[in-house]
Nanobody
Framework: QLQLMESGGGLVQAGGSLRLSCAPS????????MAWFRQGPGKEREFVAA????????YYADSVKGRFTISKDNAKNILSLQMNSLNPEDTGVYYC??????????????????WGQGTQVTVSS
């Protein structure tokens, strides 16, 4: 069973940056689409960014476009999320997810069968 471990969360001031990492327990290259979701205080979990398993493209929520960058290092088998220009609305628990997901379903959390435990990101104003 694929396991996912996130790291890199923390406390940062508004306007700052953080880089999250997700380390799968097995190779994911060309097998799993991977994504980041987040859940803010009192909110439902929402899509943040995804990369298709073929490497054919990356996808972002409108709220993070231009500020966040998702990337996969296939050699190291690491998924990253570079977050810049953070604001308090970005506060939440960030989850790494993986699954055999087609392009049209990348933003749907029900499409992903594997989830990490989450890492907390707190942005202070």
């Amino acid at each position: 069973q694929l396991q996912l471990m996130e790291s890199g969360g923390g406390l940062v001031q508004a306007g700052g940056s953080l880089r999250l990492s997700c380390a799968p327990s097995e190779r994911t290259y060309s097998r799993y689409s991977m994504a980041w979701f987040r859940q803010g205080p009192g909110k439902e979990r929402e899509f943040v960014a995804a990369v298709h398993y073929t490497g054919s493209g990356t996808y972002y929520a409108d709220s993070v476009k231009g500020r966040f960058t998702i990337s996969k290092d296939n050699a190291k088998n690491i998924l990253s999320l570079q977050m810049n220009s953070l604001n308090p609305e970005d506060t939440g628990v960030y989850y790494c997810a993986a699954g055999r997901v087609i392009t049209s379903a990348l933003t749907s959390q029900s499409s992903y069968g594997y989830w990490g435990q989450g890492t907390q990101v707190t942005v202070s104003s």
